[in-house]
């Protein structure tokens, strides 16, 4: 397995890059998020503490909640927890892959009436 460690990637590289890759680290914003759909990227995912209205933990706990990244909150980093969650993603990438298919080409009111249950469910509405 390599390892590719660089903060930002070029928007024209990404293509290419996304389609070598086995897994991700990475935080977990929309537009990461939504790259990860899209381009079917197992992941593990570590939310930036302290985000708007706490976005990046509901964003990483949805794709986690259904076995499609693996959650690893920065209160519980640390280096054994990390080299364990990058095998985990890694051995399981196929299984993980196959249930990020769940989350692709969601219409509007699909996206709207996933995101109501989970903050229904969490209390959140």
Do not use: H, W
């Not at 890059?17 to 593990?44: H, K, Q, W």
């Not at 640390?78 to 080299?83: E, G, P, R, Y």
């Amino acid at each position: 397995m390599d390892f590719v460690n660089k903060r930002f990637f070029p928007r024209n590289d990404m293509l290419e890059i996304f389609a070598r890759i086995d897994c991700m680290l990475a935080r977990a914003g929309a537009g990461t998020i939504s790259d990860i759909i899209e381009y079917n990227i197992p992941s593990v995912l570590i939310p930036l503490k302290g985000s708007a209205g706490n976005e990046q933990y509901v964003n990483a706990k949805m794709l986690s909640e259904k076995d499609a990244a693996i959650l690893l909150e920065e209160k519980e980093f640390s280096d054994n927890k990390l080299k364990q969650a990058l095998m985990n993603v890694y051995i399981n990438r196929e299984r993980i892959s196959e249930n990020l298919k769940d989350f692709e080409r969601f219409d509007e009111q699909k996206v709207k009436k996933i995101f109501d249950g989970f903050l229904e469910k969490n209390g959140e509405k």
